[in-house]
């Protein structure tokens, strides 16, 4: 559900694993329980204990499994590992799911560095596993103040070029988005400083940079950035459709348009009205606006229809990010109800503080994931 673009094989090898393996199946019985109670609106204590219940067990058998040196380097412990730190995002548990994503980095490596001196070919499921990784770990640092990644961009075994390889000028069916936009993303979230809107500027080359390598390493992003815009479908997936082939570029020109939108607000701290910040919002939802409202694509495009909705102050505008996120709820993702709760909120304040900085002062994180 998480991934609706996933290819059928990374969905088949997860279920035929959790047949096999007793923890990574309590944790998805523990997911499929939260979500089934978001899906039918079941606010009774039931579910929650059915979902403790299931988790504390695949916590348990997680646990002996990675006492066992030919247990814990397998791909289906990543995945349960994993499966619970989502788990933690959708259900709302802030605490714990950033020491979560920490352990799950740390099975990961070592799976990968395993099977890379093991094996002459890459396992397809353990390298979607990464890319699960690399966009809830990127997302998460640009949905806050910290610009955080857990893992280090500068190591080579999660680059690109490692998880991808011949797929790498494409856009990823598992992210949504090509793979190129990462370190950029993750450079933008190093570079964001708080607003001073007293010294606000509509002129990029005016505003208060803390220096010309600044000012020039912005500038350089924003034409990197924009040269993902036309990347292509793999042929390997031109043949799902058009539908299919429509929807995955609109989730990637989501996914480029944000990143632009929050180089420009957060690193370049142009005002709200500044043109290039209205184009960006308008090329976020030109994107959204071809994704069909019902489509299981929308599940994969909450940090673009967020970001959209905390730049803009137009009613249409905001009317149309409302209206998106709340049809997002009806697939059930626990993340979304938060998150638009989160966005009214911040729209109802009529701060002039910008979004990140607003959530930082009520103590607020998020996980747009």
Not at 36 to 50: C, F, G
Not at 110 to 121: G, P, V
Not at 307 to 319: K, L, V
């Amino acid at each position: 559900m998480l991934f609706p673009a996933a290819p059928e094989l990374f969905l088949q090898r997860m279920i035929s694993a959790a047949m096999e393996t007793p923890h990574l199946l309590y944790a998805l019985l523990a997911a499929a329980c939260s979500h089934h109670s978001r899906l039918i609106k079941d606010s009774t204590p039931h579910p929650k204990v059915i979902c403790l219940k299931y988790t504390n067990m695949a916590i348990s058998n997680l646990r002996e499994a990675l006492q066992d040196p030919t247990q814990s380097l397998k791909a289906e412990t990543v995945t349960t590992a994993m499966t619970l730190c989502t788990n933690d995002v959708c259900n709302g548990n802030m605490h714990v799911w950033r020491t979560h994503l920490r352990g799950v980095l740390r099975l990961l490596v070592a799976c990968l560095r395993h099977q890379r001196e093991s094996y002459s070919k890459e396992d397809p499921f353990l390298l979607s596993l990464a890319k699960w990784f690399k966009t809830m770990d990127i997302i998460a640092a640009l949905s806050g103040l910290d610009g955080e990644c857990i893992h280090d961009t500068e190591d080579g075994l999660l680059d690109r070029g490692s998880i991808l390889g011949s797929d790498s000028d494409f856009i990823d069916d598992i992210c949504g988005y090509s793979l190129d936009l990462i370190p950029y993303m993750a450079r933008i979230s190093q570079m964001v400083r708080p607003q001073n809107t007293s010294n606000a500027s509509t002129d990029i080359n005016m505003v208060d940079m803390s220096s010309i390598q600044t000012v020039n390493e912005a500038k350089a992003l924003e034409s990197d950035i924009a040269s993902l815009i036309d990347k292509p479908i793999s042929e390997s997936l031109l043949r799902e459709g058009e539908v299919f082939i429509t929807e995955l570029r609109s989730t990637h020109l989501a996914f480029v348009h944000s990143t632009l939108l929050h180089l420009h607000r957060r690193v370049q701290l142009l005002p709200i009205n500044h043109v290039k910040v209205r184009i960006d919002i308008r090329n976020i939802l030109d994107a959204i606006g071809n994704i069909d409202p019902k489509s299981t694509a929308n599940i994969l495009i909450l940090w673009p229809v967020f970001s959209a909705g905390c730049e803009t102050t137009i009613h249409c505008e905001r009317d149309m990010v409302r209206e998106r996120m709340s049809i997002m709820e009806n697939f059930g993702m626990g993340n979304f109800t938060r998150t638009r709760d989160l966005l009214e909120r911040y729209w109802a304040s009529q701060t002039d503080l910008r979004w990140d900085e607003y959530f930082a002062t009520l103590g607020l994180e998020l996980v747009l994931f």
